[in-house]
């Protein structure tokens, strides 16, 4: 696949913290597993061993997660963008998704008759189409909590400023390379005290998500339209219009995420 790059905005916010890492990949044709591994920060391991993608065709037919825990090989479809950004938030949050495969690991044999308990779910929503809010400002993420847009997204607007937003579903990514309106993201909402430091962040939900502290069950994800944020849409003003618009900003009760 030539150029790319050019499929990616990269001056949109969902890339903040990953242009660093595409910059490092070449710009000819799609990057394969042995550009990514060059990717990982040095002494990154999971489970113990340390994670190299590997093209999927060598692997063998396999449980994925326990493949991964097992060996620290990481499944890497070629000319593949799923893949590709799954590559990405490997390289981002390192310990966060080698937390994220312990559980899944450890939670295996637990499963009955193929069917995940809520907590190997929760990771599954995080792990594909989660971001992360953080912030200091307790009724942001309350109003975020309740679904209450109008308070989230007008009201509260100036709170945004000093919040973050961490993109770390990979499908998510990949819905970014044609973003629509409705686009919609399992938040994972974290408060943050005022001595808390932004820069280990990645260990910090690592060991959340490892004791259940932070993320035990679905019920700990809330849905968030991600074209609300100030700033992330970039088809027109997000006026009051916009933000009636109920095939996006629904309801509580409508539980219909996309």
């Given at each position: 696949m030539q150029n790319w790059k050019s499929h990616i905005d990269r001056d949109h916010p969902c890339w903040d913290g990953y242009r660093v890492l595409l910059d490092r990949l070449p710009d000819g044709g799609f990057p394969g597993p042995e550009a990514l591994c060059r990717l990982l920060p040095p002494g990154q391991a999971g489970a113990g061993k340390p994670i190299v993608f590997r093209a999927a065709a060598e692997i063998p037919g396999v449980a994925y997660e326990r493949h991964i825990f097992e060996t620290g090989e990481v499944s890497t479809r070629e000319n593949n963008w799923h893949d590709l950004f799954n590559a990405l938030v490997w390289c981002r949050f390192?310990?966060?998704?080698?937390?994220?495969?312990e559980v899944h690991y450890r939670h295996l044999d637990e499963e009955k008759e193929g069917r995940r308990g809520d907590r190997r779910d929760a990771l599954t929503l995080l792990d594909e189409s989660g971001v992360i809010v953080f912030s200091r400002n307790g009724n942001l993420l309350s109003a975020l909590r309740a679904r209450d847009w109008n308070e989230a997204f007008v009201d509260r607007r100036d709170a945004w400023?000093?919040?973050g937003i961490m993109v770390c579903g990979h499908a998510i990514l990949e819905k970014f390379l044609a973003p629509?309106?409705?686009l919609t993201a399992?938040?994972?909402?974290?408060?943050?005290h005022e001595a808390a430091c932004v820069a280990d962040f990645d260990a910090l939900l690592a060991e959340g998500v490892r004791d259940g502290s932070l993320l035990s069950s679905t019920r700990d994800l809330s849905p968030l339209p991600l074209m609300g944020i100030p700033g992330w849409w970039g088809g027109g003003e997000q006026d009051a219009g916009?933000?009636?618009?109920r095939d996006v900003f629904r309801d509580p009760g409508n539980k219909k995420s996309r």
């Amino acid at each position: 696949m030539q150029n790319w790059k050019s499929h990616i905005d990269r001056d949109h916010p969902c890339w903040d913290g990953y242009r660093v890492l595409l910059d490092r990949l070449p710009d000819g044709g799609f990057p394969g597993p042995e550009a990514l591994c060059r990717l990982l920060p040095p002494g990154q391991a999971g489970a113990g061993k340390p994670i190299v993608f590997r093209a999927a065709a060598e692997i063998p037919g396999v449980a994925y997660e326990r493949h991964i825990f097992e060996t620290g090989e990481v499944s890497t479809r070629e000319n593949n963008w799923h893949d590709l950004f799954n590559a990405l938030v490997w390289c981002r949050f390192p310990y966060l998704k080698s937390a994220m495969n312990e559980v899944h690991y450890r939670h295996l044999d637990e499963e009955k008759e193929g069917r995940r308990g809520d907590r190997r779910d929760a990771l599954t929503l995080l792990d594909e189409s989660g971001v992360i809010v953080f912030s200091r400002n307790g009724n942001l993420l309350s109003a975020l909590r309740a679904r209450d847009w109008n308070e989230a997204f007008v009201d509260r607007r100036d709170a945004w400023n000093e919040a973050g937003i961490m993109v770390c579903g990979h499908a998510i990514l990949e819905k970014f390379l044609a973003p629509y309106k409705a686009l919609t993201a399992h938040a994972l909402l974290v408060p943050l005290h005022e001595a808390a430091c932004v820069a280990d962040f990645d260990a910090l939900l690592a060991e959340g998500v490892r004791d259940g502290s932070l993320l035990s069950s679905t019920r700990d994800l809330s849905p968030l339209p991600l074209m609300g944020i100030p700033g992330w849409w970039g088809g027109g003003e997000q006026d009051a219009g916009f933000y009636a618009d109920r095939d996006v900003f629904r309801d509580p009760g409508n539980k219909k995420s996309r």
